[in-house]
């Protein structure tokens, strides 16, 4: 008789305050057959602010690790035992360790579920005083200022509020990309220390968040940053469909995006677009 697959679980952690941990948390903890923890240290410190004992066996699982360690998780979970999947803070996969787990969970027909838990992201949103009916997450910037620069000229057009998670060290010059991309007035928020003693949330233009974060920033930073304003109609006339795309290939971005936004802004199909623009550049 074939045996039953377990349970992956995947478990919201404290991003701060250990008061934050639910119930529930403690009870996975106690009761799973495997714990895999992106910080083996840090899982023994919250379990024993927790007063949790873990029955189970505890490995690690980080991005050293994540691939090596997949299939003999996989294992388990086809072997009928719960693995408890826990990250140093926050959901597994999201900017963690995880979605490969997931990834293989899913394809072999194993449970996958979680336990609800913090989110940096959904804390920054709600206290950063920036529309949340819409947003996007993009996790980190590339820390290469070249890849940085390309991959906010790339977003300059984007009108969801954006999330960004960065390092310290790096979130001023985080913010003075973000400033030279899309404009020194554009609102945003700096969320750092989320939940924990030294809270603080820093509101302003990029400019100004700019010129406070000069003299150094410390603790986790999560940064939410308001959406581009609505890109203005543009005539579906050929020759206004034309420059259109050439104003803003001239701000940097590549010819496919600006294709893609004039055909949007414009109500036509983005076939039609680029016939223009190729059809015209062909011929000169």
């Known amino acids: 008789m074939a045996q039953d697959p377990g349970t992956l679980v995947l478990a919201?952690?404290?991003?701060?305050?250990?008061?934050?941990?639910?119930?529930?948390?403690?009870?996975?903890?106690?009761?799973?057959?495997v714990v895999a923890a992106e910080d083996t240290r840090r899982l023994k410190r919250l379990t024993s602010e927790l007063g949790v004992t873990i029955t189970g066996r505890v490995v690690s699982y980080f991005e050293g690790n994540e691939v090596q360690r997949t299939p003999t998780l996989l294992e388990e979970l086809e072997a009928g035992r719960r693995v408890l999947l826990v990250t140093d803070a926050g959901m597994p996969s999201v900017s963690d360790p995880g979605y490969r787990l997931v990834a293989a969970?899913?394809?072999?027909?194993?449970p996958v579920t979680a336990v609800p838990g913090p989110s940096a992201v959904l804390t920054a949103l709600a206290v950063s005083g920036l529309p949340v009916d819409r947003f996007c997450f993009e996790g980190?910037?590339?820390?290469?200022?070249?890849?940085?620069?390309?991959r906010l000229v790339a977003l300059a057009g984007e009108e969801r509020t954006l999330v960004f998670f960065e390092a310290p060290h790096?979130?001023?010059?985080?913010?003075?990309?973000?400033?030279?991309?899309?404009?020194?007035?554009?609102?945003?928020?700096?969320c750092r220390?989320?939940?924990?003693?030294?809270?603080?949330?820093?509101?302003?233009?990029?400019?100004?968040?700019?010129?406070?974060?000069?003299d150094?920033?410390?603790?986790?930073?999560?940064?939410?940053?308001?959406?581009?304003?609505?890109?203005?109609?543009?005539?579906?006339?050929d020759e206004s469909l034309r420059a259109?795309?050439?104003?803003?290939?001239?701000?940097?971005?590549?010819?496919?995006?600006?294709?893609?936004?004039?055909a949007r802004a414009a109500g036509v199909p983005k076939r039609h677009v680029y016939d223009l623009v190729h059809v015209?550049?062909?011929r000169t």
């Open 140 to 150: 980190f910037l590339p820390r290469k200022a070249g890849e940085r620069a390309r």
């Open 193 to 214: 220390e989320l939940t924990k003693t030294h809270e603080e949330v820093r509101r302003g233009t990029l400019a100004e968040l700019v010129a406070w974060a000069a």
């Open 216 to 237: 150094g920033v410390r603790g986790e930073v999560t940064i939410v940053v308001a959406g581009a304003e609505p890109a203005a109609a543009v005539p579906s006339d």
């Open 12 to 33: 919201g952690t404290p991003i701060g305050r250990v008061e934050d941990a639910s119930p529930r948390l403690t009870r996975e903890l106690a009761e799973a057959d």
């Open 170 to 190: 790096r979130t001023e010059a985080a913010l003075v990309a973000m400033a030279e991309a899309w404009g020194g007035e554009r609102s945003a928020a700096v």
């Open 280 to 282: 015209r550049a062909d």
């Open 244 to 262: 259109a795309v050439a104003e803003r290939e001239a701000t940097g971005i590549s010819r496919k995006e600006a294709i893609a936004e004039v």
């Open 105 to 110: 969970a899913v394809e072999a027909g194993i």
